[in-house]
């Protein structure tokens, strides 16, 4: 049985995607920064007084326009044009200006902005031609002729249409009053979402110190990490806060901030962690890398004072400052950087992705771990660029627009297939989501290559990209509008998903899973379900904030996810959810702090063949069960047919330590209610 839905779910599906497509697009304004409220209201375009893209003097500017374009129509056209021009013009103040004049696709403004087929065709002549002569350089006026109106409504249609005017406005309407969750309905393959932490600010950063505390580290986007012990209750001192150092805002889609964390390998023996954030200003930004160290009075909290700077970086515009940070199974540090901003990677020559000379747009792999202290790193000798002129030796691969969310494969934990390799979300432009696999001195295309397909006419067919690598997998805008990244789940909870790469989009909210078929060396993409109530009970719900953050995982490699229902560092609706099975969460109460398996994995691989020594796991206490009719005396031994990971397999046989109350006869384990809590397992 899989997880994903097949093609059953394909009305479920349909039901998702006509609640999504309202709930959100991608606010950016004209400059490529987030939409913001204005210090003060408009006096034209008020509707965007709340959320826009304009200030006070752009307003100002527009009404200058409006003024101008009025008075160059009779009398009685001013009545029935006025509230057109004013629409149109005013949508250079709408949170999604950059979509409604093509300039995420395109990089090209648009001279009017995208206008629905309905809409347009009902605007009379008289007020486009007005709108034209007024606003519009005569050459491109011919392109837009108005004699015509099918012709200038074709003209004003946009990539995207999603995006057109006035229905993207209705649509954000209409989604302040639906729900501002995704629920799901569907059945035992699909998934459910245990709750585990609410009132987030953008949860950024969900990672764990691979120490053996299994400890879980959240970090929100306005730079305060806290610590969560293993029952995800919080420390409230903060573990380390950056918040006043730290550059973002509350503009709602705002990528500065927090926005990565690794811990050393050794981090157990010295200490050691790394983060990834935004500073400066609106007008100098740059992203830094630091290293940090844990405070030597207290295990949950870092040294502040310890802050040692591995690298900063001039950021020229504020979206796509890329952010993840991890150590490969090689034990270097790997960074991944955005292009730098705008749309279509316009810096320099050929972008910043393929510029060997920048570290934007890259894959940047470092060695922490090297005696010389006055250097904060050195370069791996191996690093496929070193003593190349002109190129910097920190790359490792580059052609990348905007990883958002890497991560490091474990490796089957029999075998050990897949190990180490590294998966990531590359964030696309105006047309193609895509995952790619991290190869030394690869070429991931951008900007020369969005997804599959040529971006950049003159780049596509220039001999330094024959070689490209192109994604294992694509996904369109009409699916999703931007990648999430995830993890191979390589944990023992549930099996079911197993081998399956997890990953979401941020702005449809859909999760999906990608399968390898290494025999035809194929993946397998798939939408995954969400479970309804019938499926999602027993503490987990079908039910989650819609707009996908991130992801991360714990130390035993169970997946957690971040969503919010409003992506702004100021709203407290940032919520972690681990992933769970249905399937495997059903009748047995097994109250587990969490899973042993992580050390079971050190001696058996699987955790259906626990093999840890018995004496070793102790049950909490005996303790009744709820309907008082049976009695746990003692745990269970452990042996190859219990597991502890989540619900039993099948029956788990007799066990004799159970028996029922007030008898000799023992209980068949699996139709207890259990609820134990197991220690970990130290070896
Ligand atoms: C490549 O990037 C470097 C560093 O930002 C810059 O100085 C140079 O002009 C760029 N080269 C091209 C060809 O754009
Ligand atoms: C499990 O036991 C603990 C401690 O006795 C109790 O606090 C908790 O509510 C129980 N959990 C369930 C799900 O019954
Ligand atoms: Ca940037
Ligand atoms: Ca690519």
Request: charged share 20%.
């Amino acid at each position: 049985m899989s997880l994903a839905c097949g093609s059953i779910s394909l009305a479920l599906l349909a039901v998702i995607f006509a609640l999504l497509m309202t709930v959100n697009g991608h606010p950016q304004c004209l400059d490529f920064m987030p939409p913001f409220e204005p210090a003060e209201p408009l006096s034209l375009c008020q509707e965007y007084s709340k959320f826009g893209c304009c200030t006070r003097e752009q307003d100002y500017e527009l009404r200058k326009q409006f003024d101008e374009i009025l008075r160059s129509l009779p009398q009685n056209s001013r009545t029935v044009c006025e509230k057109h021009v004013m629409n149109i013009l005013c949508q250079e103040c709408s949170p999604y200006a950059s979509h409604l004049y093509d300039l995420e696709t395109t990089q090209v403004k648009k001279p009017l902005p995208g206008l629905c087929p309905k809409y347009c065709s009902s605007i009379p002549s008289e007020c486009i031609n007005a709108l034209l002569s007024t606003t519009i350089d005569p050459s491109v006026r011919k392109t837009l002729s108005p004699s015509d109106p099918k012709t200038f409504c074709e003209s004003t249609k946009i990539t995207d249409m999603d995006y057109c005017y006035p229905d993207i406005i209705t649509n954000e309407k209409f989604s302040n009053d639906i729900q501002k969750s995704i629920q799901g309905t569907g059945g035992a393959e699909c998934l459910c979402f245990k709750q585990l932490v609410v009132g987030l600010r953008n949860p950024t950063v969900l990672v764990h110190a691979g120490d053996g505390t299994h400890r879980i580290f959240i970090g929100e986007q306005y730079g305060k990490v806290h610590v969560y012990l293993p029952d995800f209750s919080k420390i409230d001192t903060p573990f380390l806060d950056l918040s006043k150092n730290i550059l973002t805002s509350t503009r709602r889609g705002d990528e500065r901030g927090f926005l990565g964390m690794a811990f050393h390998p050794d981090f157990k023996q010295n200490g050691r962690l790394f983060v990834y954030y935004s500073i400066g200003d609106d007008k100098h930004q740059k992203i830094r890398i630091s290293e940090f160290r844990i405070a030597s009075h207290d295990p949950n909290q870092v040294d502040r004072a310890s802050e040692k700077v591995l690298l900063e970086l001039d950021e020229p515009a504020g979206n796509h400052n890329g952010g993840q940070l991890l150590f490969g199974t090689d034990g270097y540090l790997y960074a991944f950087t955005g292009d730098g901003g705008k749309a279509g990677d316009p810096w320099g020559k050929r972008g910043n992705g393929q510029n060997l000379s920048s570290l934007l747009g890259k894959v940047i792999r470092i060695d922490i771990n090297h005696p010389d202290d006055s250097v904060p790193y050195v370069i791996p000798r191996d690093n496929p660029f070193v003593g190349q002129p002109n190129v910097r030796p920190e790359i490792y691969a580059y052609g990348q627009r905007n990883s958002w969310r890497c991560s490091v494969d474990r490796g089957d934990p029999v075998t050990g297939e897949g190990r180490g390799r590294i998966f990531c979300g590359d964030v696309g432009q105006g047309k193609w989501e895509e995952v790619d696999i991290i190869k030394k001195g690869g070429n991931y295309g951008w900007r020369a290559f969005e997804g599959f397909e040529c971006f950049d006419k003159k780049l596509c067919n220039t001999p330094e990209l024959a070689n490209h690598i192109p994604p294992i997998h694509v996904y369109s805008h009409s699916v999703g509008k931007s990648i999430t990244g995830g993890y191979m789940y390589r944990g023992c909870l549930y099996p079911n998903m197993r081998g399956q790469y997890i990953y979401g989009d941020f702005w449809t909210g859909l999760i999906f899973s990608l399968t390898e078929d290494a025999k035809k060396g194929a993946w397998n993409n798939k939408v995954i379900c969400v479970g309804g109530d019938d499926t999602c009970n027993n503490g987990v719900r079908g039910l989650y904030a819609p707009n996908i953050l991130s992801f991360g995982e714990d130390e035993a490699g169970e997946l957690y996810m971040l969503s919010t229902d409003y992506a702004s560092t100021s709203h407290e609706g940032g919520v972690v959810y681990r992933l769970v099975d249905p399937s495997r969460n059903a009748q047995v109460w097994l109250h587990i702090s969490f899973c042993s398996c992580a050390s079971c994995y050190v001696s058996s691989g699987l955790c259906e063949d626990i093999s840890c020594p018995a004496e070793k796991v102790r049950l909490l206490q005996s303790q009744k069960s709820r309907n008082d009719k049976t009695v746990i005396e003692q745990g269970p031994s452990l042996n190859h047919d219990t597991t502890l990971c989540g619900r039993p397999k099948t029956d788990l046989g007799t066990v004799t330590s159970v028996r029922r109350a007030g008898t000799h006869a023992p209980a068949r384990l699996s139709r207890l209610i259990l609820n134990v809590t197991i220690y970990t397992v130290q070896f």
